[in-house]
């Protein structure tokens, strides 16, 4: 059989369009977990946490738990605030609920510093605009992140209404002393996105998340908002708690006693 | 057919010259940014897309060259487009490959590309996005070339590229639509939350594309032995106008709803915008310069349909395709991560690295752009226009 260049080309291109095609159509119809996971997040457990802001903005110098898990995780500390990292931080009170702050408040009181972090949303912005399922919801609510997977796009960034991912603009091993990394947990590289996972590896092991086990005030309770006979669900039962932005629909996961 | 692309006259030469030494300021930097990452841009935890992610849009917008000649010529049989159709096709390619470079760029992990095929996510719009600007660009190419190498022969075109072409109509409305959509359906960005998006990103590219590919035109007129034909540019022209004054009337429309609502998450961006919030202001004057260019454009592009004046067209068109830059390559991106979510402004000055990887980008589409142009116009030449 003769064949020339141009049908040799031709015929090299369409096989190879096709099994590229062909490989993208199988990875689709497979069965894709992640959006299993997410449908059936129904389940037993439901991991949610309640910050007490009063007990918090007791003690304003405290940093106990932004050190517990920075170090923990081994996060970086960048002094530049536009390119920092952060899982779990301080704000305002006025700039976390904008929406629940008057022009009468106390200057004391707007200012007053709340905790926040990932809230683990039910229903995660992130997790829907991902086009590569680095970032999932995990049957249990928590909203994980794969660094390996993640390809730097930072579409997660601009759909999280809450801030709350950070992005490697560099690479954090050379800010990372090699003494302070914890080998327990992954360092990640440049060019990714990370924030808060609830502390999944710990709790995955019976233990509390950093955050918690660090706060001395027992100014943040953890718990399972599935089991209605759980300390968190108790708590929730009787008070008036904020959470940020509820009216996007994402339903956050962090609860704010006021 | 590409051997064209291998000679040609001095200016040629020393146009793609040109492009090249444009184009190796941004290569260098580029390696900086592979070795460093992405903060060499001016980028911050707060605006995460910059530069790269509003031209890739913008440029989304400009391959709309294709469908605007596309849709008169095809289904209209206005033949006076003919000399054009593939030019506009020709533009569109280079504008979608522009676009993959930009969105290339802008990763943080840029050799995890693959992922995007590997894990094949519907439920992300930037995954219905690639599948629609590669869609787009593998139609345009096998759409304009089949139909120039058709010309080069001397043959009819086959029928067969029939059911492409009608294809390429949806399909060129789907990328600006899916493009808006990146933007239109993410909750606490206000700026994008708008279901005129869609219909904003069909009216600006139905402005700025044309515009462009009459520019190309009135140049390719002036220094080549091919007219594509006056009247045709003119016709051209005259969509421009309408979709500009469908463009300027949904801005209109946005700054309605957000000031007379007075809500403020609606009309802090556009504050932020046009008149600074928080004493920040740095896009000010470009946004403002923005709409009196695209009034300015409008004006200019309806006194020359009176005054028949070349030369005014082209300054309007000018006017136009910048109008749309500003707005849709610079303030409708960054406009969106203002005010951050904590009700904060924190401003985003693109660095000197990252304008030369854009401009090296912006470098990498003209030359294969004045390549493929210069493939159409040495054919027809030797088939005696």
């Known amino acids: 059989m003769q064949i020339n260049r ?12 096709s099994l590229i095609a062909g490989g993208v159509l199988y990875s689709l119809f497979k069965g894709d977990d992640i959006i299993t996971a997410v449908v059936e997040s129904s389940a037993q457990t439901k991991w949610a946490m309640l910050i007490d802001v009063k007990k918090c903005a007791g003690k304003p110098d405290c940093s106990a738990c932004m050190t517990a898990c920075h170090k923990g995780h081994n996060v ?34 707007r200012s007053q510093k709340v905790i926040v972090a990932c809230n683990q949303c039910d229903n995660p912005p992130c997790v829907r605009v991902c086009p590569v399922g680095a970032t999932w919801k995990r049957a249990d609510g928590i909203v994980m992140m794969d660094h390996h997977r993640c390809i730097g796009c930072r579409y997660c960034m601009a759909a999280c209404p809450y801030g709350s991912r950070s992005f490697n603009w560099k690479d954090p091993r050379k800010i990372l002393s ?32 950093l955050c918690v086990e660090a706060c001395s005030e027992g100014a943040i309770l953890f718990g399972n908002v599935a089991d209605p006979e759980s300390d968190i669900r108790r708590a929730l039962a009787g008070k008036y708690v904020l959470r940020r932005k509820a009216e996007l629909g994402t339903n956050p996961e962090i609860y704010y006693l006021v | 057919m590409l051997e064209k692309i291998l000679t040609g006259k001095r200016q040629y030469w020393l146009l793609l010259g040109c492009l090249l030494v444009l184009m190796v300021p941004g290569l260098f930097f580029y390696t900086r940014q592979i070795l460093d990452g992405l903060v060499i841009t001016g980028l911050s935890r707060d605006v995460s897309w910059g530069l790269y992610i509003s031209q890739f849009t913008f440029l989304v917008g400009v391959a709309a060259s294709a469908v605007v000649v596309v849709i008169p010529y095809y289904l209209h049989d206005v033949k006076q487009f003919g000399r054009i159709v593939i030019l506009g096709e020709f533009l569109a390619v280079s504008a979608v490959v522009m676009c993959l470079l930009f969105i290339f760029a802008d990763m943080g992990q840029p050799f995890r590309i693959f992922n995007v095929l590997l894990y094949p996510s519907p439920h992300s719009l930037m995954f219905w996005d690639t599948v629609a600007l590669l869609g787009y660009l593998v139609l345009n190419i096998i759409i304009a ?71 190309l035109c009135l140049i390719v007129r002036k220094f080549t032995a091919f007219d594509p034909g006056i009247a045709a540019l003119k016709s051209l022209a005259k969509i421009v106008v309408y979709a ?18 007075g809500i403020p998450s609606h009309h802090h961006a556009l504050d932020y915008l046009f008149f600074g919030l928080d004493g920040k202001s740095s896009l000010v004057w470009f946004m403002r310069i923005s709409i009196v260019l695209g009034v300015a454009g409008l004006a200019g592009l309806l006194l020359q349909m009176k005054m028949n ?28 991560f203002v005010p951050t979510p904590f009700e904060t402004v924190t401003e985003y000055i693109p660095t000197l690295p990252e304008s030369a990887i854009a401009v090296s980008i912006f470098a990498i589409g003209f030359m294969l752009l004045t390549a493929l142009y210069k493939m159409v116009i040495s054919i027809r030449i030797s088939n005696g226009n």
């Open chain 1, 178 to 209: 090699g003494n302070d990394i914890r080998v327990e947990y992954p360092v990640r590289t440049k060019g990714v996105v990370e924030k808060c996972n609830f502390c999944a590896e710990r709790i995955d092991v019976g233990e509390m998340p």
């Open chain 2, 244 to 261: 500009l004054v469908i463009n300027l009337f949904f801005i209109a429309l946005e700054f309605f709803t957000a000031y007379y609502s």
């Open chain 2, 145 to 215: 070339w089949t139909a120039l190498s058709a010309e080069y022969k001397g043959i009819p075109v086959p029928q067969w590229t029939k059911p492409l072409i009608y294809l390429s109509i949806p399909w060129a409305i789907s990328i600006h639509t899916v493009t808006a959509f990146l933007y239109a359906g993410l909750p606490g960005r206000p700026l994008w939350l708008a279901s005129i998006l869609g219909a904003r990103f069909i009216a600006s590219a139905f402005a700025s594309g044309p515009s462009l590919l009459i520019i």
């Open chain 1, 6 to 17: 141009k049908e040799f080309l031709k015929k090299a291109g369409i096989a190879g369009a």
């Open chain 2, 309 to 336: 004046n070349t030369l005014l067209l082209l300054i309007s068109l000018i006017a136009v395709f910048l109008s749309v830059w500003l707005d849709k390559g610079l303030g409708l991106v960054v406009g969106g």
């Open chain 1, 76 to 109: 970086p500390a960048i002094d530049d605030i536009r390119r920092e990292i952060k899982w779990i931080w301080k704000a305002d009170f006025g700039n976390v609920f904008p929406e629940h702050t008057s022009e009468y408040m106390d200057v004391a009181v």
